[in-house]
């Protein structure tokens, strides 16, 4: 470890943390007690897990004692202990003070081999913020300025890998921000619990502050690594158990039903009571005050959770035996519902998925981190479709991640012989967010075809049945029938439905026995006199000569020319003085 760096190191098994004066460190990370095979490991969590467990949490307790308000917890394990952990933080508090969630951090650092499903290279560091009780929480400090990532160039084009959406003027020359998906860091296989040193400095680097104080807790390992170099098979696609051709037919499959969706799961459960379902994949809402028609996106944390465990529990019943559970969130929200689904008897954790989705370089750390969670049921056959080569941008082997998505690029440079792979792991960083209005209908959240193939065509046959409870634009059943496979979605708002029945027409057969989306070409609008891109440059050139973020007027009376091309051609001028701010902070 570089000597520049003074990190406190207590070992759990020597030392003891009781010494230690309460508010009185500015950061701590805890190395918690798990093994990395662990990972692999998929019985129920017993009383010698909940032992385990129990342990931390009492370390987490007193390190809330210990830091000061303002300060930063740091938890790193495995993900499916640390929604435990983060569920305690979340209702963590005393008269004067509570933990708030910041991220879930989530680390490619596991060079592991699959499985029965794929590499689980996903290990987890939770950040919490000690708060006063206010409305307004405590400031805390990184920085994010000086800690940076290094920009990689496509080894084919030598652009950037990540496309920024012809902002490439605007970033910053010391590196992209920081998110919250480090894949950039070192890939090991990990046999011990202790997080590793290119992490914590990167944890110091962040958050130190002269004078501060930084440490670092490790709980010994109480279970004995069992080294794991071999790449066992991926589980086969399984036949699953033939299901009663007359009970089927009872089903609505391959409709969208404007019904309740919790009613009508529950109907479901009570007609099929072992379940019925392949995969149910939920993309709910996120409670995020977006407009979401006859659902309103704004409850309470409790509201909101106390609902969702409701569709959840439900969920779970009409999943047949080895059936396959998927749910899209954000960290905040899955850290209860893995925490949930993990207490019930029949569900079985299989992976916290990171739906790495591009994000525009802005804000102290770039929320890129989507939760894809992945549960299997008991008592059943699971089906996990083995990697093709034939279906190579789906279930892997995947493009090198050194190579950009750029479809001029992917297509020259495959022609010319540079085709390099990597296998699918639970780092999902190749589909993009939907960024063209061709391919968006009007819903807040509206997912990609690209990411519903991969869920879809994992997890499920031919003939099999899936069912979405949250249908939104219709995503999921697009998919489903363009893969042959059966569909029930709901929702409860008309408009929404009325949007995917629109979409399952664009639905075209090809010769080949499959199905091609034709959507309706988008006008564009006409291009502005004078380019955005070029006001942006002439802008932050004035405000480095300044050296002041100027309003508009103050430029009107520097340059008449550039305060009238921005009224009448950029319209978001609030978010370029912020631009501008970064930039003079440089």
Avoid at 86 to 95: P, R, Y
Avoid at 369 to 387: E, M, Q, R
Avoid at 443 to 453: A, F, G, R, V, W
Wanted: hydrophobic share 35%.
């Amino acid at each position: 470890m570089d000597i520049d760096r003074n990190i406190r190191t207590i070992q759990l098994a020597n030392d003891s943390i009781e010494v230690i004066i309460d508010n009185s460190a500015d950061t701590i990370v805890i190395s918690t007690d798990f093994t990395p095979n662990e990972k692999s490991f998929y019985q129920d969590i017993g009383s010698e897990y909940r032992t385990r467990l129990k342990k931390t949490v009492n370390i987490i307790q007193k390190c809330f004692q210990i830091l000061k308000n303002g300060g930063l917890l740091f938890v790193y394990g495995l993900p499916r202990f640390l929604p435990y952990f983060g569920v305690f933080l979340d209702a963590l508090q005393n008269k004067k003070s509570k933990m708030m969630f910041k991220y879930w951090i989530a680390l490619d650092i596991d060079s592991r081999p699959p499985n029965e499903t794929f590499p689980p290279a996903h290990t987890g560091l939770l950040m919490y913020l000690k708060s006063h009780k206010t409305k307004t929480p405590s400031p805390f400090h990184l920085n994010t300025k000086q800690v940076r990532i290094p920009y990689q160039e496509c080894r084919a084009c030598g652009q950037i890998t990540k496309d920024w959406g012809g902002k490439k003027h605007l970033l910053n020359p010391l590196g992209a921000t920081i998110s919250d998906v480090w894949s950039d860091l070192p890939k090991t296989f990990r046999e011990t619990n202790v997080i590793p040193d290119f992490v914590l400095n990167r944890i110091y680097d962040l958050v130190k502050k002269p004078p501060f104080s930084f440490i670092h807790i490790i709980e010994p390992q109480t279970m004995k690594p069992t080294v794991q170099h071999s790449t066992p098979p991926l589980a086969k696609t399984t036949e699953v158990p033939q299901r009663n051709e007359d009970n089927l037919q009872k089903l609505p499959v391959d409709e969208i039903l404007l019904v309740d969706a919790i009613e009508y799961m529950k109907t479901i459960a009570t007609e099929y009571p072992e379940g019925i379902f392949d995969l149910v994949f939920a993309d709910p809402p996120y409670n995020l005050e977006k407009d979401y028609g006859e659902y309103e996106d704004l409850q309470s944390d409790q509201r909101y959770l106390a609902w969702c465990e409701d569709w959840l529990e439900s969920m779970c019943k009409i999943i047949r035996p080895g059936g396959a559970l998927m749910i899209l969130n954000l960290p905040k929200w899955c850290i209860h519902h893995a925490a949930f689904l993990n207490e019930l008897d029949d569900m079985i954790f299989r992976h916290w998925i990171v739906w790495d989705a591009l994000s525009e370089p802005a804000g102290k750390i770039m929320p890129a981190h989507y939760a894809l969670l992945y549960y299997t049921k008991k008592d059943g056959a699971i089906t996990f479709n083995s990697p093709s080569p034939k279906d190579s941008d789906m279930l892997g082997p995947i493009d090198a991640p050194y190579y950009c998505l750029r479809s001029k690029c992917v297509k020259k440079r495959k022609a010319n012989g540079k085709d390099d792979k990597t296998d699918l792991n639970d780092f999902w960083w190749d589909i993009h967010r939907i960024k063209h209005k061709r391919d968006r209908d009007l819903h807040p959240c509206q997912l990609p075809i690209k990411l519903m193939k991969r869920i879809i065509k994992l997890t499920t046959n031919p003939n099999d049945i899936v069912f979405d409870p949250f249908c939104g634009a219709g995503t999921t059943a697009i998919v489903a029938k363009m893969f042959k496979r059966h569909f029930i979605t709901t929702d409860i708002d008309e408009k929404y439905v009325k949007i995917a029945m629109r979409n399952l027409k664009m639905l075209h057969p090809t010769l080949k026995g499959d199905y091609l989306i034709v959507r309706n070409s988008v006008t564009r609008s006409r291009k502005p006199a004078v380019p955005r891109k070029e006001i942006e440059i002439d802008y932050i050139n004035l405000c480095k000569k300044e050296e002041s973020v100027l309003s508009v007027e103050e430029v009107e009376t520097i340059d008449y020319q550039l305060a009238d091309r921005i009224r009448r051609y950029y319209p978001n001028f609030k978010n370029l003085r912020k631009i501008a701010q970064r930039r003079l902070d440089w």
